[in-house]
């Protein structure tokens, strides 16, 4: 059981540090969007599930609304992190951001 | 129910607040009664509240039912009742004669702003009131609040002034509060006796001194000492003059109020005056500000702003007082808390009723003003004679007392300076009045000297009888001042203190 | 109460400070008050005050930061320091 | 001493307060002015009916307000605040007459304003006289100094607001700057402020302290115009004459020096003053007060400022008086309260009458103006004989009584003094009187048809001329008070 | 080691303290936007907070909501008995909610000033304000 | 297993430094949204790993799903001011 | 100024941070804060108040006056930037936009004109962009699970953390995402000003008012145990129910507040237009 909560845990992990070099490393407001808005939801879905399961060692009423509860944050999170991510591109857009062409300085 | 009186006294107006600004949507006309209501219930149980403590002594109120290290407290001791008593029956004469004021200056605001006085009375009450030290912080902040509000209500530059009254005393307040988190850490408890009696022990501890500084300091910032007064002449200068015939009185000292309480209670006499040894320095401190607020005020040629540089003088000679370290000292301290918050009443009532019939209340403005409002300025010479200390009112006692405790410890340059400062006053006093009486009324060109052709413009009736109570009243306190010392001040500092 | 953790989240707090006092930008401010509100939210639930953690989360992260942003709108963005 | 309580006392002081609310809401002029001659004379019978027992040796005490102990508001008659009262409450029936003459003879503006302060100064002035102890003397000391100050400015304009603002800063910088601490710290040391016939400091204090208490005192109380703090009195001259009246003659002026006599008494005692030889400090500043007063007096020309600084001079007498320390010289300095009270307030009413009549101030307009009021300028010499202490008037008792107290202590510097004075004060009259009957009048004063002032103006400094001269053969009540002061400091019969 | 460590940290977390009451402290006094204030007074207030939090942990202690209350009475008298050790000191929490709602207020409160301040004077920084109050 | 979660979530308090540096530094407001939204779903992990490290994860529970909301509607405010204002910068001094 | 800052700001820190060194050491059991008042609170909690969340316990019942003030403060607020900021205007000056709702025509009303009698127009911002599907859907989905999670905060709070503050917070932050995420008009048509306003005072009320009825039977302030009879249970669970009442009072003063605020703020006192 432990073995499997590690796994989940360390692959959330995984994708969060790609997403967080991600938005390190990528060029411009458009791209760092990426990471940002998939890395970090499948991150905190992995994570979560790890996190439940765990939860559900000692196995009782109480724990499994926990775990629930988990599962809950990770459909919020779901739900929210796209429409966070659409309304951030959507003020860059609206603010006139243009996007990164190849060879153009980094910013 | 006079058991109830110190729930009471606050919160029939904490009610009464909430209910006005329900009524306030739904008939306007309700809420000046409903305040005056409040505000009176809450005067005559604090006028009770002082009979009882004369009679009993102190008196121990649980809030909830729980013993007090535990849940929150009142102890209404002498000092506190004394006080209390002061804050709402200021209160509600300034309620009084201010309606019309309120009603000329804010039209269609009248009902939150009388929520917010109702509110901000009942805050000074509770910090009053209180026995315990963070209730304390949260009541200073609903003062805080309501009064950041009502000074800004008032002319352009007003909400400037209050938002830098308002990081000013959000400071004050916070360092307040970490002062009180520097006591819990050293003893565990919150109860300000129940602190005082932890802490003998612990007086040598550097978190001690250090928690004793910053409640110092945060007091000071809050009640406009002197190297740290530079936001109140401007915040109360463009306030409106309802907000600032209730907040210039009653603020300030109650802050004084919370300092006595802090060197009597919490930290004791012992520990204040003879562990610590700074009071030299800090009366010094109050030397230079008696000295810079009077100076200040002699610069200034706008009546209200110069009553707020006189408030930075007086704000000096209570600090000064309360730190002379004798009982004398401490007594006119006490006693001028009374006296000066009617003085600054009186004065800050008159400038309302200026204000109510002349557009500023600039020097150039008030020209001729004895013709125009003779009674009203009847009433501010009253109130000039008080700050001046002349002896049938009361400024006079009170600064007969820190004179005397001065030079019972020996501090010449503190008697220096309250001579000093009496002397600015006259001064300042009587140069407003002799431009009130001699110089011709400015709206008449063609007149020049003829004094008989300005009409007479008084205030309302209703403005000018608070007006004349308060006045009266500085006589009355001036000649009961026997009775007050010896049956309630006497009580109210430590025998320690000698 | 795990101090290794504290002491990072702690470090993560003052970067914050310091950065959104230091952002020419008052909406980046707001945003980056919002994250130090964030980390205190953390360092909170870290020391095991988890009411204080509630309300900092629901206080500093939501209502405070949409009120800085809600000023904002009505002031300018523009700030010299 | 036996005591007796009533309340007397405190009626006399109030009766004049009392009416105040009378004479604002008085109609007419004749209702307000017929108010303020009742106040005066209840006034001047209430302070007569308390004499018969005064002078049979008793006191009557009467306790307002007590606010420590030691200081209260507390009113105590005895025979030298009877001697004052009585001056000051019989001459305010006078100038209310005069007042009444000369400010509707000038049509003067404000007359409500006027008498209304005028009568409260008259309560404290009663106040100062009859208090017990220094609180209530620095009390009515104060209100006294308030009320006289829109008297002083009663014609609004420019010189009158800037000598208002003079006379303020002195009498009230002083009083709050010097006698005030000095007040506090006298309590601090004795714990009292009540006024022993030995004084309540003997024994409590170095000499050094003494001293200075003594300095803060005598300078503290500025209406005594001594020498550096005296540039008020000519200043106030602006005011109508009949506040000049009862500034200088009966108010103002003399409720300073009795206020620095009584500290002097009551506070010091004279033990006190012998055994550290203070008395010669006094000494000296009055001197020094007299003989420059006198010289400037001399080379006046405005005939108030002429009589102002005639008033400084004169007021230093007093102190001399008590700064012999011997009985005879109290005596002397005493009575000189009232003998020059009658004698100047004569004087100044003249000038008024003259003023009213010819609209003149100075001297060196006035002459052959005798000619023309005779009656006003016969006044005028019999106040100036009393002045300068010629026999046929009272203010012969009070120097004779000062040059025998000098020669009692040994002061004969003092007695030059007094003599050069005396020669001065002839030298600065005479002329004026020489001038105003054998001179030839100008052309001026014959061509506006000058004749005497109203009547309601002659009538009293005809009164106060006469009494000046009935003082010579019947100095009785203010002897009898003064000698019974003195004896009751001293403790010795004279 | 250990102990030294723990010493170290617990220094730490006052240094914290410390230091953002200081940066707020200046943010509130140095600053020249009204804003950039308010985030300053904000940071202080925190920092207070902070320092409050600081008192009331305890080591080895849990969050004080009791383990087994889950509101059922007549439990075994064995399980009522709780130990104050186990514990975290619940008082500064409850403080702290008082100072953090005081802190919103007073923030809603400021910009609702400053929002006023612009609306009059069309800026935010205080210099320029300044400046224009003197041209009056 | 506590010593597995502890490790998680101080390389979890290293990764929010990262995205941190974009929030403090990223040349525009919206990179720093974009810094601070990362941040915020990490301590919505973060903060049930305390609460296991705990031992009370079911009182952790409700303050991260809070947390989440309220993160949101912070980003949505941040970005709606875009609607209103034109402009990566609000007037130019 | 800056230099005058950083000293003050130096001072205040070497001051403190001198006196930290007196501070016992950091979570350390036995350290006066640790052992003179909370050992009791720990300990007798469930006794006194049988509420196992000790800082509502504390938070409601012990320190109760507290938190009465604290709801005081915070409606304090509200009625300040109300007062400071709110501005009453019937007709706004300048042009108005309206937007005909079934074909999403806009209309640009000029300065005095006056729109056709009809119920078609919505009168939109000035600055009007069209209300993005995603995140209006998104957010009409999310609201009432929030406000759902709010209740249950509130009436959870003996339990698990949370309670009135946070619930209320929750609660307001709810409709403040509706007014994010379509228009402020919207959620003002949901939640009335007048409305707003007068909950907030009637929050206080309710717990204000519990208060002052434990006075009427006789009792201190704000001493619940004075309910029992009205609640027909035992002193001690009426304590338990007494801090429910509270904390609901709270919830609805904060949520009040938190919107009026709010959308004060974000229209600049007009109440028409924000964020």
């Given amino acids: 059981m432990d073995i499997i909560v590690c796994f989940f845990l360390f692959a959330g992990l995984f994708f969060f540090t790609g997403g967080a070099i991600g938005i390190l490393r990528f060029p411009d407001f458009y791209s760092r969007l990426h990471p940002a808005g998939k890395l970090d939801t499948l991150g905190l879905l992995l994570a979560m599930i790890a996190l439940a399961l765990f939860n559900l060692h000692h196995f009782s009423v109480g724990t499994l609304l926990t775990s629930l509860k988990m599962i809950l944050i990770v459909v919020f999170i779901f739900l929210a992190s796209p429409t966070a991510t659409h309304a951030i591109v959507d003020a860059g857009v609206r603010a006139g951001l243009a996007p990164w062409v190849k060879g153009e300085e980094r910013r | 129910m006079s058991q109830q009186y110190p729930a009471l006294l606050i919160i029939v107006p904490l009610l009464s607040a909430l209910l006005i600004s329900i009524t306030g949507w739904i008939n306007k006309r309700l809420c000046f009664p409903i305040a005056v209501a409040a505000l009176a219930v809450s005067a005559y149980s604090c006028i009770g509240l002082l009979l009882r403590v004369v009679d009993e002594g102190v008196i121990v109120y649980r809030l909830g039912g729980w013993d007090p290290p535990m849940g929150i407290a009142y102890y209404v001791d002498h000092l506190n009742a004394l006080v209390l008593v002061v804050v709402s029956v200021v209160a509600l004469i300034n309620l009084i004669g201010s309606k019309k004021s309120i009603e000329l200056e804010m039209p269609g605001k009248t009902a939150p702003f009388y929520a917010l006085y109702v509110l901000q009375v009942t805050g000074l009450l509770g910090v009053v009131v209180t026995g315990d030290a963070f209730n304390l912080y949260v009541l200073l902040e609903i003062t805080a609040l309501s009064g950041y509000a009502m000074l800004a209500m008032g002319d352009d530059r007003a909400p400037l002034s209050t938002l830098n009254y308002l990081y000013i005393g959000t400071i004050g307040a916070c360092f307040y509060l970490l002062g009180v988190g520097y006591l819990y850490i050293v003893t565990g408890s919150l109860n300000m006796v129940d602190i005082a009696n932890i802490l003998p022990p612990l007086y040598e501890s550097k978190a001690v001194l250090a928690a004793f500084i910053i409640c110092l300091v945060g007091v000071w910032l809050k009640m406009a000492f002197f190297p740290l007064h530079a936001w109140l002449p401007n915040a109360y200068t463009h306030a409106p003059s309802a907000a600032s015939s209730l907040i210039a009185p009653l603020v300030t000292k109650v802050m004084i109020y919370v300092m006595i309480r802090l060197i009597l209670t919490v930290f004791t006499p012992e520990f204040t005056f003879n562990i610590l040894a700074i009071s030299e320095p800090i009366v010094w401190l109050a030397v230079v500000a008696i000295f810079m607020g009077a100076i200040l005020a002699l610069a200034e040629r706008n009546l209200k702003k110069m009553l707020t540089y006189i408030i930075v003088a007086e704000v000096g000679y209570m600090v000064g007082g309360a730190w002379l370290g004798n009982r004398l000292g401490m007594t006119g301290a006490i006693l001028h808390i009374v006296n000066d918050a009617l003085m600054t009443l009186c004065a800050f009532m008159v400038v309302s009723n200026v204000a109510y019939k002349l557009k500023g209340y600039a020097f150039d403005d008030l020209k001729g003003l004895f013709r125009k409002m003779p009674f009203t300025m009847g009433a501010f010479v009253v109130a000039a004679l008080s700050m001046i200390g002349v002896p049938p009112t009361c400024g006079f006692f009170s600064k007969w007392y820190l004179i005397s405790g001065a030079i019972q410890s020996g501090q010449y340059a503190f008697m220096v300076a309250l001579l000093f400062s009496s002397l600015v006053n006259v001064v300042l006093f009587f140069r407003v009045i002799e431009i009130c009486f001699y110089e011709p009324f400015s709206d008449h060109h063609g007149h020049g000297h003829d004094h008989h052709a300005e009409p007479m413009a008084e205030a309302p009736v209703s403005m000018l009888v608070p007006l004349y109570v308060v006045a009266g009243g500085l006589i009355l306190v001036g000649i009961y001042t026997s009775d007050i010392v010896n049956y309630v001040i006497e009580f109210a500092i430590p025998k320690s203190i000698l | 109460m795990v101090w290794q953790l504290d002491l990072a989240i702690l470090t993560l707090v003052v970067i914050t400070a310091v950065g959104s006092l230091m952002v020419k930008d008052l909406l980046g401010a707001a945003i980056l008050f919002g994250a130090y509100s964030f980390m205190m939210c953390a360092l909170w639930s870290i020391m095991g005050a988890v009411d204080v953690a509630f309300t900092e989360a629901s206080v500093g992260a939501g209502v405070s930061t949409v009120l800085f942003v809600a000023a904002v709108l009505r002031t300018s963005r523009r700030t010299r320091d | 001493m036996e005591t007796i309580t009533s309340i007397k006392p405190l009626l006399a002081v109030l009766v004049s307060l009392l009416v105040t609310p009378l004479l604002v809401s008085s109609r007419t002029p004749n209702v307000r002015e017929a108010w303020t001659f009742v106040a005066a004379i209840a006034k001047f019978l209430i302070v007569l009916s308390m004499l018969p027992t005064i002078l049979k040796g008793t006191e009557i005490v009467y306790t307002v307000a007590e606010f420590l102990p030691g200081a209260a508001i507390k009113f105590r008659v005895d025979s030298f605040g009877m001697l004052f009262a009585l001056v000051s409450s019989s001459l305010w029936i006078i100038t209310t007459v005069y007042s009444i003459g000369y400010m509707r003879g000038l049509k003067e503006h404000s007359q409500t304003r006027y008498f209304c302060f005028f009568a409260i100064a008259l309560s404290a002035t009663i106040g100062v006289a009859f208090s017990a102890n220094l609180l209530t003397l620095y009390l009515f000391y104060e209100i006294l100094s308030l009320a006289t100050y829109p008297l002083v400015c009663h014609h609004q304009d420019h010189e009158a607001r800037s000598s208002g603002r003079k006379y303020l800063l002195y009498i009230v910088g002083t009083s709050i700057g010097l006698a005030l601490p000095a007040m506090l710290i006298s309590y601090n040391l004795a714990g009292t402020l009540e006024f022993g016939n030995q004084g309540f400091l003997a024994g409590t204090a170095s000499k050094p302290l003494i001293g200075l208490l003594l300095f803060m005192f005598i300078f503290g109380f500025a209406k005594a115009a001594i020498m550096p703090f005296h540039s008020w009195l000519p200043a106030a001259m602006v005011a109508p004459t009949p506040v000049s009246a009862l500034l200088h003659a009966v108010a103002v002026v003399k409720v300073g020096v009795f206020s620095v006599v009584r500290v002097l008494t009551g506070v010091f005692g004279t033990d006190l003053l012998l055994s550290f030889d203070l008395g010669s400090i006094i000494l000296v500043v009055c001197s020094f007060t007299i003989l420059v007063g006198s010289l400037i007096a001399l080379s006046q020309d405005g005939l108030k400022r002429m009589l102002a600084f005639s008033t400084i001079a004169q007021l230093s007498y007093i102190v001399l008086g008590i700064g012999l320390l011997s009985p005879k010289g109290l005596t002397g300095g005493m009575l000189h309260i009232a003998m020059h009270a009658f004698g100047k307030i004569t004087l100044f009413f003249c000038a008024g009458a003259i003023f009213v009549a010819t609209g003149k101030k100075n001297i060196s307009e006035m002459i052959g103006i005798g000619r023309r009021m005779p009656i006003t300028m016969g006044a005028f010499f019999i106040g100036a004989l009393s002045i300068t202490g010629l026999p046929p008037c009272g203010g012969f008792w009070s120097k004779w009584y000062l040059l025998l107290g000098s020669l009692e202590a040994n002061q004969m510097a003092i007695v030059v003094v007094l003599l050069l004075s005396s020669f001065l004060n002839a030298c600065y009259f005479m002329p004026i009187v020489y001038k105003a009957f054998f001179c030839k009048p100008e052309d001026s004063l014959f061509e506006n048809k000058v004749r005497e002032a109203p009547v309601c103006c002659v009538v009293p400094l005809v009164i106060t001329a006469v009494i000046s001269i009935v003082f010579l053969f019947y100095p009785e009540p203010f002897l009898e008070l003064a000698t019974m002061t003195v004896s009751r400091i001293m403790g010795v019969q004279i | ?136 | ?93 | 100024m800056k230099i005058i800052g950083l000293i003050i700001a130096i001072l205040t820190g070497v001051l403190l941070l001198s006196a930290t060194a007196d501070f016992p050491i950091f979570g350390d059991p036995d350290s006066p804060a640790s052992t003179h008042l909370s050992p009791y609170y720990i300990e007798k909690t469930m006794e006194d108040t049988s509420v196992p969340n000790i800082v509502t316990a504390v938070l409601a019942d012990y320190r109760g006056y507290d938190t009465m003030y604290e709801t005081a403060v915070i409606f304090t607020a509200g009625l300040a930037c109300f007062i400071i900021l709110r501005i009453f205007v019937r007709e706004e000056p300048g042009d108005r936009l309206y937007r005909h709702v079934l074909t999403g025509v806009t209309v640009r009303v000029k300065e005095g004109a006056k729109l056709p009698p009809s119920d078609d127009f919505e009168r939109i911002d000035t600055m009007w962009t069209p209300p993005d599907l995603i995140i209006k859907t998104v957010c009409r989905l999310l609201i009432p699970f929030i406000q759902l999670f709010g209740l249950y905060v509130i009436a959870h709070g003996h339990h698990s953390p949370g309670g009135g503050f946070q619930g209320g917070v929750i609660l307001g932050a709810s409709i403040i995402l509706l007014a994010i995420s379509t228009d402020l008009r919207t959620a003002v048509q949901r939640m009335r000003e007048k409305v707003d306003a007068i909950l907030c005072p009637v929050g206080v009320i309710i717990y204000a008012g519990t208060g002052a009825l434990c006075i009427l039977f006789g009792f201190n302030f704000l001493d619940y145990s004075a309910l029992a009879p009205l609640l027909h249970v035992d002193p001690i669970t009426a304590r338990s129910h007494g801090i429910l009442i509270v904390e609901i009072g709270v919830g609805i003063a904060v949520m009040c507040t938190m919107i009026w605020i709010y959308n004060i703020l974000s229209s600049g006192g007009k109440y028409d237009e924000g964020l």
């Fill in chain 6, 1 to 93: 297993m506590d010593n597995v979660f502890l490790y998680s979530s101080l390389f979890l308090a290293f990764l929010m430094v990262l995205s941190l540096y974009r929030g403090v530094v990223g040349p525009t407001v919206v990179d720093r949204m974009i810094g601070v939204n990362a941040i915020g779903s990490k301590t919505t992990v973060l903060l049930i790993l305390i609460g296991l490290m705990y031992h009370r994860v079911d009182m952790f529970v409700d303050i991260a799903l809070a947390y989440a909301m309220l993160n949101f509607l912070a980003v949505l405010a941040a970005s709606r001011y875009f609607q209103k204002r034109k402009g990566l910068y609000d007037e130019l001094p």
């Fill in chain 5, 1 to 136: 080691m250990g102990d030294l460590l723990q010493i170290i940290v617990a220094k730490y977390n006052y240094w914290i303290y410390i230091t953002l009451m200081m940066i707020g402290l200046y943010a509130m006094i140095g600053k020249n936007n009204l804003v950039k204030k308010i985030v300053g007074m904000s940071i202080f207030q925190t920092a207070i907070i902070l320092f409050y939090v600081s008192i009331g942990v305890k080591k080895g202690a849990t969050i004080p909501i009791l383990e087994h209350g889950h509101g059922e009475h007549g439990h075994s008298a064995a399980a009522l008995i709780v130990h104050a050790v186990d514990y975290v000191n619940p008082l500064p929490h409850v403080l702290m909610l008082t100072a953090i709602v005081v802190g919103v207020a007073t923030l809603g409160v400021a910009l609702a000033l400053a929002i006023k301040v612009h609306n009059r004077f069309n800026t935010l920084e205080e210099d320029e304000i300044l400046a224009q109050i003197r041209e009056k």
